[in-house]
């Protein structure tokens, strides 16, 4: 699985880690996804509670029908607004166009028709811990966003 990530940083170092974590996340969800694993440390590590628990029904999800995830996922439009100095949201849209689920066993991909549902807005809540890792709390996303189009 490829991912990329734009705009990465944004010259602020608050709102830049922000956007990190973000990523990590992310890259931790799918490796989750591929590695079939609910609990992965690496997702736990970017995610707490409700967003913990939304990250690990997800990844549950593709193991229940024997998927994971392939090919390129594009994150566009990353913006982050500071709440306070533990408390963050983040806006951003998905371009799944060339990203695909794959059947495990056989190899056959899904999803590889392009439609408006190809695109995904995102918008996500998120909490600096004690250690300084900005968790993932809360999730939300609607496919086929206006917003995120090409």
């Given at each position: 699985m490829k991912l990329t990530f734009t705009p990465e940083?944004?010259?602020?170092?608050?709102?830049?880690?922000?956007?990190?974590?973000?990523?990590?996340?992310?890259?931790?969800?799918?490796?989750?996804?591929?590695?079939q694993n609910p609990r992965l440390p690496a997702l736990e590590f970017y995610t707490e509670g409700e967003g913990a628990a939304a990250a690990e029904k997800w990844v549950q999800q593709f193991k229940d029908v024997g998927w994971t995830v392939t090919g390129t996922v594009r994150f566009f439009n990353r913006a982050v607004k500071v709440k306070s100095q533990t408390g963050a949201a983040i806006g951003y849209c998905g371009d799944e166009s060339k990203g695909y689920s794959k059947v495990i066993k056989t190899n056959e991909l899904k999803g590889t028709e392009v439609t408006k549902d190809s695109y995904v807005a995102y918008n996500v809540q998120v909490s600096k811990n004690k250690q300084g890792v900005w968790e993932l709390v809360k999730i939300t996303s609607t496919r086929g966003a206006e917003g995120c189009q090409p």
């Open positions: 940083e944004t010259g602020d170092p608050v709102k830049d880690a922000i956007l990190r974590d973000n990523a990590e996340f992310i890259r931790a969800l799918d490796a989750a996804i591929v590695a």
